[in-house]
């Protein structure tokens, strides 16, 4: 019991040093307060103007916001959790951070919880943004958006590892990702439509992808139709063996990082 209160006690000092941090500098707060609206501004709009060209316009517009504000879980989730941990390494705190009792869990926990503060604040406004300028409600989805915003979300938390693990392999070369990785998702994922307008040649790739069954179950439901329990299904089978695979990849770099003395590049 008194390791797990001293665990739970490291777990919200991690999260009140990034608060911290995020209170000093309010420039960071771009990633969920002007980014999000640009989204919604910028696809709204499209969808506006789909609307006004053909009849088919008001799906398209539909599936444009939901898919935006859906697709920030992904990103408020991943940008969360890798610039989390990013931070450490642009302050040179990563050192500190490994010579004190704090485990990897612990640390990561930590981000998580004050991502997931970010999250909702990032994810609120996309969706109240909507309803004010385009009067639409993401909630009138229905409870089916509760496994789908799931599913988005543990897939953000497991691009964020894959991230965290390629920084720790091959340095600060490869932050880049952290913002990079989610342009190659996305349009690969079918946020927007079906990933039969994609090319053939990157279908196979999209199949593999949770995130494509996740945002097909929700345009059924804009559909007016019911939540496709099998698409949910293969995203949380999919997102499995891809969190599986990320997990031992980001031990294996974690490891390799060790033995190789890899912390000196942020010291």
Do not use: C
């Amino acid at each position: 019991m008194s390791e797990a209160r001293h665990s739970w006690r490291r777990i919200k000092a991690i999260a009140w040093r990034h608060a911290v941090i995020l209170r000093r500098t309010p420039h960071r707060l771009f990633d969920i307060t002007i980014w999000p609206l640009v989204d919604v501004f910028l696809f709204g709009s499209i969808g506006v103007f789909a609307a006004s060209q053909s009849g088919a316009g008001a799906v398209a517009l539909g599936y444009l916001l939901s898919g935006i504000v859906l697709w920030h879980v992904v990103y408020q989730a991943q940008i969360a959790l890798s610039t989390g941990v990013l931070e450490e390494t642009w302050s040179r705190n990563l050192l500190n951070l490994m010579v004190t009792p704090l485990r990897e869990i612990e640390y990561v926990a930590g981000v998580v919880l004050f991502g997931m503060a970010k999250l909702v604040a990032g994810v609120a406004l996309v969706a109240l943004t909507a309803v004010a300028f385009y009067s639409f409600d993401v909630t009138d989805l229905g409870v089916g958006l509760i496994p789908i915003a799931a599913i988005l979300l543990v897939v953000g938390w497991i691009i964020a590892l894959f991230v965290i693990a390629m920084v720790l392999r091959f340095g600060s070369g490869a932050e880049a990702l952290a913002w990079g990785i989610l342009f190659v998702v996305m349009p690969l994922s079918g946020v927007f439509y079906p990933i039969d307008a994609l090319p053939a040649l990157l279908r196979p790739v999209s199949a593999v992808l949770p995130t494509t069954y996740a945002f097909a179950a929700a345009r059924q439901l804009i559909d007016g139709g019911t939540l496709p329990w099998d698409r949910i299904a293969l995203a949380a089978a999919t997102s499995v063996v891809m969190g599986a695979i990320v997990v031992t990849f980001l031990v294996r770099m974690l490891k390799l990082f060790r033995q190789r003395g890899y912390i000196s590049r942020y010291s």
